[in-house]
């Protein structure tokens, strides 16, 4: 078929119908915003220490029978262990009084035999105090974190299939209705496993919601209109919704409650089913070019422009000979090929674990865990409307470089800060955490500017998949404060500040034409390759290929 643009031009650039089509497709990323991170605060651990049974204990026995522990330089009560139960008895029967008459030093201790005792100062009920993950099996939060990431790992592969397939609109409320689905039934779980398999559902349903809805809006929308959508609409409704979050929470301290409502704001979706339209574009690939034009005419009709006659002409219909089909085995052929790639998957890898990694760590920072959660999303807005006016002014290699080491820098400077200073801690964190949300957007970007047409999907997905096993090792990381608080900062700073010196090593593609071919792109390689000047060739001479506007706004969605 002809260029889908050129034939659809005269529906114009920002009629009424792309404007309605714009909002209505941006509000379907509030959901992904608010039901990717409630583990926040449905897992979050308040305070506890050992639940002491009601027996016969004097008042001082029953104060003191608790030991104390240094963390980080600070005399905290234990949360893992209490004195043996039998022996304080027994001094406490016998009249002692602690401290004065023994040494509590000397006493045995013994783990929480009888269960924990939990703080309801901030939160009600969370899936820690309901099913005990604290101490020995503290390991089990960031393992059902992580399962969420596995499920955006399975449906990242198997969405753009099913969409393919069955069509873009279908998909996006088919995952809708799932996502919600398995929300609900995640707050009837009867145990940690349940829960850990039902958000390995939400995560598969949510990812495809996002990829989903991100197709069709490229499809469905004028040149500039998706611009607009792929840079910076997406990314701020989800912003919207991860903003929304921590008041929702503030507001349902109970986690079951919680998950219920959020399941329940899908049903607002609803409605949209009959606004929104399949993707005309697939609907021709499919051979339906009667339901398509139905629906450019009606696309007409509120923009109130003319349509001709026939908008998709049969004449215009071409049989397009398969070419070569490229897997990841052509991406391991070449050497230089090998030293790009390896190098995107380490910077796809460390970005995802730090901005994952200070997301889920909102909950253990000191002050108000709402609160921080809400500032920790507000910081994403300016970070995502200031790389969008960087990418079309700046080199990419030195614009991201830039922000991993602002990212990371502050990250290695937070273990300085005194307890005392909490708030330039929290600040630091802040600034982090928009170095790495600058450098999330930028990354996508730079990623499908360097690959060539050929190879830039199955790049692409490569790319995709290091990120997901870097957000599946997020939890873990955040994990590492429970031995000390610094050791994440460490980690995550340091990683990052090791792949802003890999990115100097990649090509820069600013203000270059996208590579096609193989042989384009490895006439460009950096420091890796030693030559940083793209060379086109055809028929054995050299010439520049003209850059093709079309192809340049479309590395927005190749990007997925």
């Given at each position: 078929?002809?260029?889908?643009?050129?034939?659809?031009?005269?529906?114009?650039?920002?009629?009424?119908?792309?404007?309605?089509?714009?909002?209505?497709?941006?509000?379907?990323?509030?959901?992904?915003?608010?039901?990717?991170?409630?583990?926040?605060?449905?897992?979050?651990?308040?305070?506890?220490?050992?639940?002491?049974?009601?027996?016969?204990?004097t008042e001082e026995w029953r104060n003191a029978i608790i030991p104390f522990t240094t963390v980080g330089g600070e005399e905290v009560q234990s949360q893992c262990s209490r004195y043996t139960l039998a022996v304080v008895k027994n001094l406490s029967d016998e009249g002692y009084i602690p401290e004065r008459d023994v040494n509590l030093t000397n006493l045995s201790q013994e783990r929480c035999l009888d269960g924990w005792n939990y703080s309801k100062d901030?939160?009600?009920?969370?899936?820690?105090?309901?099913?005990?993950?604290?101490?020995?099996?503290?390991?089990?939060?960031?393992?059902?974190?992580?399962?969420?990431?596995?499920?955006?790992?399975?449906?990242?592969?198997?969405?753009?299939?099913?969409?393919?397939?069955?069509?873009?609109?279908?998909?996006?409320?088919?995952?809708?209705?799932?996502?919600?689905?398995?929300?609900?039934?995640?707050?009837?779980?009867?145990?940690?496993?349940?829960?850990?398999?039902?958000?390995?559902?939400?995560?598969?349903?949510?990812?495809?919601?996002?990829?989903?809805?991100?197709?069709?809006?490229?499809?469905?929308?004028?040149?500039?209109?998706?611009?607009?959508?792929?840079?910076?609409?997406?990314?701020?409704?989800?912003?919207?919704?991860?903003?929304?979050?921590?008041?929702?929470?503030?507001?349902?301290?109970?986690?079951?409650?919680?998950?219920?409502?959020?399941?329940?704001?899908?049903?607002?979706?609803?409605?949209?089913?009959?606004?929104?339209?399949?993707?005309?574009?697939?609907?021709?690939?499919?051979?339906?070019?009667?339901?398509?034009?139905?629906?450019?005419?009606?696309?007409?009709?509120?923009?109130?422009?003319?349509?001709?006659?026939?908008?998709?002409?049969?004449?215009?219909?071409?049989?397009?000979?398969?070419?070569?089909?490229?897997?990841?085995?052509?991406?391991?052929?070449?050497?230089?090929?090998?030293?790009?790639?390896?190098?995107?998957?380490?910077?796809?890898?460390?970005?995802?674990?730090?901005?994952?990694?200070?997301?889920?760590?909102?909950?253990?920072?000191?002050?108000?865990?709402?609160?921080?959660?809400?500032?920790?999303?507000?910081?994403?807005?300016?970070?995502?409307?200031?790389?969008?006016?960087?990418?079309?002014?700046?080199?990419?290699?030195?614009?991201?470089?830039?922000?991993?080491?602002?990212?990371?820098?502050?990250?290695?400077?937070?273990?300085?800060?005194?307890?005392?200073?909490?708030?330039?801690?929290?600040?630091?964190?802040?600034?982090?955490?928009?170095?790495?949300?600058?450098?999330?957007?930028?990354?996508?970007?730079?990623?499908?500017?360097?690959?060539?047409?050929?190879?830039?999907?199955?790049?692409?997905?490569?790319?995709?998949?290091?990120?997901?096993?870097?957000?599946?090792?997020?939890?873990?990381?955040?994990?590492?404060?429970?031995?000390?608080?610094?050791?994440?900062?460490?980690?995550?700073?340091?990683?990052?500040?090791?792949?802003?010196?890999?990115?100097?090593?990649?090509?820069?593609?600013?203000?270059?034409?996208?590579?096609?071919?193989?042989?384009?792109?490895?006439?460009?390689?950096?420091?890796?390759?030693?030559?940083?000047?793209?060379?086109?060739?055809?028929?054995?001479?050299?010439?520049?290929?003209?850059?093709?506007?079309?192809?340049?706004?479309?590395?927005?969605?190749?990007?997925?």
């Open positions: 078929m002809g260029d889908y643009d050129e034939e659809t031009a005269f529906l114009g650039q920002m009629g009424p119908y792309f404007w309605v089509t714009f909002f209505l497709l941006n509000t379907v990323f509030v959901s992904t915003g608010f039901n990717g991170l409630y583990i926040i605060f449905a897992g979050a651990a308040p305070k506890h220490s050992c639940l002491i049974p009601e027996i016969n204990l901030i939160y009600q009920s969370t899936i820690v105090t309901e099913w005990n993950l604290v101490c020995d099996n503290q390991w089990k939060v960031p393992f059902a974190s992580s399962t969420l990431f596995v499920g955006y790992l399975f449906g990242s592969l198997i969405s753009g299939q099913l969409s393919d397939r069955f069509g873009r609109k279908k998909v996006v409320f088919m995952s809708l209705g799932a996502q919600s689905l398995s929300v609900l039934l995640q707050s009837f779980s009867q145990s940690w496993k349940i829960f850990c398999v039902m958000f390995l559902f939400v995560g598969a349903s949510q990812i495809s919601i996002y990829i989903s809805a991100f197709v069709l809006g490229t499809e469905l929308l004028s040149k500039t209109m998706r611009v607009l959508f792929t840079t910076l609409g997406a990314f701020l409704f989800y912003c919207i919704g991860y903003m929304t979050l921590p008041w929702i929470a503030y507001g349902i301290r109970d986690w079951r409650t919680l998950l219920a409502v959020l399941s329940a704001t899908s049903v607002v979706y609803i409605p949209l089913w009959w606004f929104i339209p399949e993707s005309p574009r697939w609907l021709i690939t499919q051979g339906r070019v009667t339901e398509a034009e139905l629906i450019v005419r009606d696309a007409a009709r509120k923009n109130k422009v003319q349509t001709p006659s026939v908008i998709f002409k049969e004449s215009e219909v071409e049989e397009i000979l398969p070419g070569k089909k490229y897997t990841m085995l052509d991406v391991l052929k070449s050497s230089k090929l090998r030293c790009i790639t390896l190098m995107c998957l380490l910077l796809w890898m460390a970005i995802n674990i730090g901005y994952f990694g200070l997301s889920l760590n909102t909950s253990n920072l000191s002050g108000n865990p709402f609160m921080n959660c809400f500032l920790s999303a507000i910081t994403e807005v300016p970070a995502y409307i200031v790389s969008t006016c960087l990418l079309r002014k700046c080199p990419r290699r030195a614009i991201l470089s830039t922000f991993l080491i602002i990212g990371g820098g502050v990250l290695l400077l937070i273990q300085f800060i005194p307890d005392t200073l909490h708030y330039l801690a929290l600040a630091l964190e802040m600034i982090g955490k928009f170095g790495f949300t600058m450098a999330f957007t930028i990354v996508y970007i730079y990623t499908a500017e360097i690959y060539p047409t050929v190879l830039r999907n199955v790049g692409m997905g490569m790319c995709s998949s290091a990120a997901r096993i870097g957000s599946i090792t997020a939890p873990y990381v955040i994990y590492l404060g429970t031995y000390n608080k610094v050791l994440p900062y460490i980690l995550m700073g340091s990683l990052t500040i090791a792949s802003s010196v890999v990115n100097l090593f990649l090509p820069e593609t600013f203000n270059k034409d996208l590579p096609e071919t193989v042989e384009q792109m490895q006439e460009c390689q950096g420091f890796c390759g030693g030559s940083t000047k793209r060379k086109y060739f055809q028929n054995g001479a050299s010439r520049k290929r003209p850059v093709l506007q079309k192809e340049k706004s479309e590395v927005q969605t190749l990007s997925l």
